[in-house]
């Protein structure tokens, strides 16, 4: 329902509508339009990033996890499915279906006007199917599961209206809602919790007033009023734990904060009738969403109206998810959506919930779908970087647009940059660092400077050179020179290998003699022929066992490889260009494709593909991508060169769950890259979780 102002009149009512529609929301119709909301694979805009979250810098020597609170609430992972609605859609009803892989999408706000369609929709895929309809468009209503059946609550199109459907399928099946008992008076932008056997209606507004007080049905044929609002609101966020029922926000509906957020968090406890305010929000809050996911309340998004500026004044949307601790009335942020918005159908599946559609900036209906979830590998909420990829880390990026080294912490703040001041080039300058990882425990760096023809190590924090070998801006092949090398590594024996792509070969170097100690593959015959000749090399991974996985840019091969040049396996990839291949724990390999549109690869020995992601459009699609890691919180990362980002993608969902950087926009200030070609992660007291078989 338009929610701005309280009208008295269906004239000033449908009148408001219009303006708002004009101002602010343009209140968007999905399908009026949607023939089958058929959410298949569709086009999105690309999405800045650049660390979601602020705090602490650290000091940028080695660091260590923040530990102290990992007995809170695990923090949130969150993302973007690479998938869209084939419209913009918000203020819907969304249900867990009964076979607990789908949703249940149930009318809602499009371009048009109200939608009366309800689709079943895979969150995995996309795939969807109508299965019914309500007997009259509407959005703004509550909706819940009670004893294995859909029910909706209230709602209206263009004025509130006081009915109730129960849904005929939530499943596989189909049919038109409905009709059931109506509720005591019009009720829209209401929610709904279910504690038990019982749904509870909570909040809403009728038009000329609010309604504040609190409904308890058991199946939708009759309703008692089980208590009031202490502070009636519309649009607030609901969620039941325990046998109470907690509201969040929502917008007044009386006095100087009338139609805008407010910051109350009311307990409310059916059985006795009695209601309390028990904290308030760190901003005011209206349309978030809030959910129980493992015995945690977390709530997500929303609008907000400072309490300093006009209760008229434009909403802007956050991206903010807090857990709830009623101990204390507190909120501990715990996460961010990818996307900022308010007003989105939630529903859980599982350990997971799902955001379908909502408003973004400017009051923009949105077609995106994004999930989160409790992870406790990315933190724990109210901790210093809570909800990164990477929580407890240090990230390190070469940026090779830029010629520089940065190292990021996991609240996105950049602690060290090299060159800078303090930190001079080595001998011959600093140019075009392809690749970058820490050694020696995290007290230095080593890199490669493709086209500097170079290799360096480097003293961290200190930046102090420590140690360098090839010629600088001189490709060669005689000992001592290079053409292009990529993925220097120190190995635990202290000896460092490099692939060596233009000449063909992968090196073996004793740092301390400068020495070639094996040379793989023969300069000048770039063709695959085991173990002889190898076609343009541009990854040497080190493994556990001692060997090299390499990867062979002509046509297409993965080889190990024993240290003295013997191979052990070698596999083709029905790709076009492999870059820097690594190994799993489960004994599989994963590899980039450095192509446009990019892909990743898990693999097996055989050269089967196991599982690839490679959307070719929207905020996941990669612009060749050099490099992809499995991080310990299971998420792949990869420097995605061309985009101008580091991303990070969950390969369970397939969502784009954090990035550094704004998509193919290029830059130096901070949040910014320029097409960078290596990272790396430190771990805690200067372990290498993404390459523990380096020195």
């Known amino acids: 329902m338009n929610h701005r102002a309280a009208p008295h009149s269906r ?41 979601k979250a602020t705090g602490d810098p650290g000091n940028g020597a080695t660091r260590t996890a923040d ?22 859609l918000s203020r819907e009803v969304v249900l867990p279906a009964s076979n607990g892989k789908s949703l249940i999408v149930v009318g809602g706000l ?4 109200s939608e009366s369609g309800i689709y079943r929709v895979n969150p995995l895929t996309g795939a969807a ?99 009031h609002l202490a502070v009636p609101v519309r649009y607030a966020a609901v969620a039941a734990l325990g046998r109470k029922l907690f509201v969040f926000g929502g917008d007044a509906t009386s006095g100087p904060r009338s139609g805008a957020p407010i910051t109350a968090i009311q307990e409310v406890d059916p059985t006795t009738g009695s209601v309390r305010v028990v904290g308030k929000l760190p901003l005011p809050l209206a349309g978030s969403a809030a959910v129980d996911l493992g015995g945690t309340i977390y709530l997500a998004g929303g609008e907000t109206v400072p309490t300093t500026a006009s209760a008229a004044a434009t909403p802007s949307e956050v991206s903010t998810i807090w857990a709830f601790a009623p101990a204390s009335g507190k909120l501990l942020v715990a996460g961010h959506l990818y996307v ?20 973004t900036r400017g009051g923009a209906i949105s077609s995106d779908v994004q999930m989160f979830e409790p992870n406790r590998r990315f933190g724990t909420a109210g901790a210093k970087g809570a909800g990164s990829p990477y929580f407890g880390d240090t990230l390190l990026i070469a940026d090779r647009g830029s010629n ?23 001998p011959g300058g600093f140019y075009f660092p392809d690749d970058a990882f820490f050694i020696d425990h995290g007290h230095a760096i080593i890199s490669n400077q493709e086209e500097n023809e170079t290799l360096v190590e480097i003293g961290y924090p200190s930046g102090k050179v420590l140690w360098q070998y090839g010629h600088p801006h001189q490709p060669g092949s005689l000992p001592g020179y290079l053409h292009n090398p990529d993925d220097a590594y120190l190995l635990k024996n202290g000896l460092v290998t490099v692939a060596d792509p233009v ?68 596999t083709h990839l029905p790709i076009s260009y492999p870059s820097d291949p690594q190994p799993l724990k ?63 993608v969950d390969p369970a969902t397939k969502a784009v769950v954090w990035q550094y950087g704004h998509t193919g926009v290029k830059g130096t200030a901070p949040g910014y890259l320029n097409t960078p070609d290596g990272f790396d992660i430190l771990g805690p007291n200067g372990t290498f979780p993404t390459h523990p078989a380096t020195g």
């Not at 520089?404 to 080595?426: E, F, H, M, N, Q």
């Open 11 to 51: 004239a000033r009512r449908e009148a408001e509508l219009r303006r708002a529609a004009a101002r602010r929301r343009g209140r968007l119709r999905l399908v009026g339009v949607l023939a089958a909301l058929a959410i298949v694979i569709g086009l999105a805009v690309s999405f800045g990033g650049g660390g």
């Open 129 to 227: 199917a109508q299965i019914g309809q309500l007997t009259a468009p509407s959005h703004d209503s509550a909706g819940v599961v009670l004893n294995g059946k859909g029910y909706v609550f209230g709602g209206g199109s263009t004025a509130p209206v006081n009915s109730a459907e129960r849904l005929a399928s939530l499943g596989s099946g189909s049919g038109t809602a409905t009709p059931l008992a109506s509720l005591p008076q019009a009720r829209s932008d209401d929610s709904a919790a279910v504690i038990g056997q019982t749904a509870y209606i909570v909040g809403g507004y009728s038009g000329p007033s609010a309604d504040s007080a609190v409904l308890a049905t058991r199946n939708g044929q009759s309703y008692k009023t089980v208590a």
């Open 110 to 113: 499009t371009t048009s006007g």
């Open 503 to 570: 000449n063909c070969r992968v090196l073996v170097i004793d740092p301390k003699t400068k020495k070639i100690l094996t040379q793989i593959g023969t300069p000048g015959v770039c063709v695959h022929n085991p173990p002889h000749y190898l076609g343009s090399p541009n990854g040497d991974t080190p493994l556990a066992n001692g060997n090299l996985l390499v990867s062979e840019i002509n046509g297409s091969w993965i080889d190990e490889y024993t240290l003295s040049g013997k191979l052990v396996w070698t």
């Open 586 to 648: 489960d004994g599989n390999f994963l590899v980039a494709n450095y192509a446009n549109p990019g892909a990743f690869i898990i693999f097996n020995r055989s050269g089967k593909i196991l599982w690839s992601y490679g959307p070719t459009s929207g905020p996941g699609k990669l612009n060749q991508p050099s490099l992809v890691e499995q991080l310990p919180s299971g998420v792949l990362m990869a420097n995605d060169d061309y985009n101008d980002r580091i991303v990070a």
């Open 340 to 359: 900022a918005l308010s007003h989105a159908g939630v529903a859980v599946i599982g350990k997971r919930a799902w955001l379908v559609g909502g408003e």
């Open 67 to 88: 530990v102290s609170s990992r007995s809170g609430p695990p923090a949130i992972e969150a993302g973007l499915m690479p998938w869209k609605l084939n419209g913009p």
């Open 404 to 426: 520089r080294l940065l190292a990021v912490t996991d609240t996105g703040k950049v602690i060290w940059t090299y060159p800078s001041a303090g930190k001079p080039a080595p």
